[in-house]
């Protein structure tokens, strides 16, 4: 794992929650170790650190408990030996009560700071201001809780958005393989026609008829499996489809030079010995490396693009790499990706994207030329 995904990835916060209670429990004894309280006086300031720490160690386990805990413990003591003035017990118990209005169902919040204010409203020592504070207390934490709860409903409703967008999104890109497995299809049976149209003519030669037969198989077979391919393919509406035959990793050329007729600088290697493909797995192929490249332009700018497509024995291999300022650790996230993962799942193939080591973006994608034989 590379520093920059450590570096990005999100600490676990039941582990954060532990070492915060340890620090702020030492904290809290080295205080009132330190402040000058007399041995018998340091029992009771001494037992409410713990117990605060240990509120704030399962605040998210147990919330109401936990915070209810903290809040009765707190006023109990004030109320019989009055305010330690210890500050690590001070943030210790607003962690707990943050817990309690948060995570706790209403219910039972509200029971916790009925309790809490019976323990506040205890008469002891320093009685004068302790009404108030409870009062205090109470609005803060219907504050804490309406303001916390609100901002996740909003955040829930912006990730259904998010969910909801990427499916439309999956359903777009479904619906135009669909049309484009349409077009392959109905190209593919075309030839077939015309082949078969011309057997009358072939006379008697048996190689002829035996080669025009061979074509029309194979046509058939290419044809059959980009329907069964069809059928698991949401299609919406009536739109219009075209007969002619769609593009694929031979038309790579003319969309580098398109490309660079606009000022981009665009590379182009192939690798291997290139081998007459599936329509369907072409034109797939073909795809990613377009919307690749329509995504470097998006972000990336500027910046240098580099495609290499690599012919190895059963499969053939998509690179298309910048070398821009990358993702910033987000990824590119969009309709894009989305579409791009569609085409290669839809072959049998995988399709990776992600920061280069060094630097930039890059897509790599391997389609299997065999896409019936890798299922």
């Not at 700018?301 to 012919?311: I, L, N, Q």
Request: net charge neutral.
């Amino acid at each position: 794992m590379r520093l920059g995904d450590l570096w990005n990835e999100r600490p676990d916060p039941v582990k954060v929650d532990r070492a915060l209670a340890l620090v702020l429990t030492i904290a809290g004894e080295l205080q009132i170790a330190a402040g000058g309280i007399a041995g018998e006086e340091r029992l009771g300031p001494a037992l409410l650190t713990a117990v605060l720490g240990l509120a704030v160690a399962y605040r998210r386990a147990y919330p109401t408990l936990a915070g209810t805990g903290a809040g009765i413990a707190m006023g109990l003591s004030i109320a019989i030996r009055g305010d330690p003035q210890v500050i690590s017990n001070a943030i210790a118990y607003l962690c707990a009560l943050y817990g309690l209005a948060v995570w706790s169902p209403p219910r039972r919040f509200a029971l916790g700071m009925t309790a809490i204010l019976v323990a506040d409203l205890v008469p002891g020592p320093v009685y004068g201001q302790r009404p108030l504070w409870a009062l205090g207390t109470l609005v803060v934490m219907l504050i804490v809780r309406r303001v916390v709860r609100d901002r996740d409903a909003r955040a829930a409703l912006a990730e259904r958005e998010r969910d909801l967008a990427a499916h439309e999104a999956v359903l777009n890109e479904r619906a135009r393989l669909a049309r484009e497995l349409h077009d392959v299809i109905a190209h593919t049976v075309t030839v077939m026609v015309v082949q078969a149209q011309a057997g009358p003519d072939l006379g008697g030669d048996p190689a002829d008829t035996r080669r025009a037969f061979g074509a029309i198989e194979a046509s058939g077979r290419e044809a059959l499996a980009e329907l069964r391919r069809l059928l698991g393919v949401l299609r919406t509406g009536d739109q219009n489809v075209a007969v002619t035959p769609q593009p694929g990793l031979g038309s790579l050329d003319a969309l580098v030079r398109e490309l660079r007729a606009t000022g981009r600088n665009v590379e182009l290697h192939v690798e291997g010995t290139p081998v007459e493909l599936p329509a369907g797995v072409d034109l797939s192929a073909f795809r990613i490396v377009q919307e690749a490249l329509t995504n470097t332009l998006k972000h990336a700018g500027e910046a240098r693009a580099e495609v290499t497509v690599r012919y190895r024995p059963g499969c053939v291999e998509l690179e298309v790499a910048d070398d821009g300022p990358g993702a910033n650790g987000v990824g590119r996230a969009g309709h894009g990706l989305i579409g791009m993962r569609e085409r290669a799942a839809l072959y049998g193939g995988v399709l990776e994207v992600g920061n280069r080591d060094e630097r930039g973006y890059a897509v790599r994608a391997k389609l299997p030329i065999d896409p019936d034989g890798a299922r």
